[in-house]
């Protein structure tokens, strides 16, 4: 048996989109150590990217902004007597249509929320009796940076990361199932692309780096990987921070002096 003992446990992995999504590392990580992956996706171009990619595994299209969407992925799996051990929340979605926070439209932040936050409590609250009594449940969030450019995502992500607590206790009446957030630093994904000025963003957050270096889909996944593990099942209810240490080091010396000398 292997160390995380995921061999033949089932996950149910939202979020893919490409190859360089978080998503897509942890479920490429997660079937090279023998787990059964359950795919859930958002469109029918996703949908056809991931059963590609994935032929071994179970896929569904999934609008998370439908309820009865979520309903009839949950019949389905209770249908085929699917217990899953994990879930991975990787969802995220915002109209950057203005760059400043107070112009924020009513209308994009309501569907922000839906998707890439509530989504989360209603796919657990839908799924529970889908679950085994020990699954571990971990969401993407961000680090503690405030960056500009990230708009309105930031309190949205904020809530994210307070809900793990509350669906923790919730949860903790009647079951052992986790919930825990990996908050990760500045990523190369397709969809940070999308968000105004962040390749500017990703390379200044490289220099505050301990390591110098910018933190790696890859290392993100392996911790996602862990917390959906039994072997972390003493950590509940909390957001890890994976960004290279670059929490502690924002009065880099040498990124001070370069700001000095120009």
């Known amino acids: 048996m292997s160390f995380l003992n995921l061999k033949d446990k089932t996950f149910l992995i939202t979020g893919i989109n490409n190859k360089k999504s978080v998503a897509f590392f942890v479920a490429k990580t997660l079937e090279q150590e023998g787990s ?9 171009k996703q949908l056809e990217f991931v059963k590609s990619m994935f032929p071994e595994s179970i896929a569904y299209q999934c ?3 439908s309820t009865e969407s979520i309903q009839t992925l949950a019949k389905d799996l209770k249908k085929k007597e699917i217990t899953l051990n994990g879930i991975l929340h990787s969802v995220a979605f915002a109209r950057f249509s203005d760059p400043d926070f107070h112009n924020t439209k009513f209308e994009d932040f309501q569907e922000a929320i839906r998707i890439s936050s509530y989504s989360l409590m209603e796919l657990s609250r839908e799924l529970k009796s889908s679950l085994d009594i020990k699954a571990s449940v971990v969401t993407i969030s961000i680090s503690s940076l405030r960056a500009t450019s990230y708009g309105y995502m930031g309190p949205i ?4 990361s307070s809900s793990i607590d509350f669906l923790a206790k919730s949860f903790s009446k009647d079951s052992k ?7 990760a630093g500045p990523l190369k994904t397709a969809a940070s692309a999308g968000i105004p000025g962040y390749l500017e963003n990703y390379l200044y957050s490289e220099q505050l780096t301990l390591r110098k ?3 790696k889909t890859q290392e993100v996944a392996d911790t996602v990987v862990y917390l959906l593990s039994e072997r972390s099942s003493g950590i509940n209810a909390t957001s ?3 960004d290279a240490g670059m929490n502690v080091n924002y009065f880099d010396e040498k990124v001070v002096e370069a700001y000095n000398n120009l």
């Open 157 to 160: 992500k904020a809530m994210l």
């Open 240 to 242: 890890v921070t994976v």
């Open 63 to 65: 609008d998370l902004q």
């Open 213 to 215: 270096e910018g933190l």
């Open 36 to 44: 059964k992956l359950v795919l859930s996706v958002q469109n029918e």
């Open 177 to 183: 199932v986790r919930f825990n957030a990996v908050a």
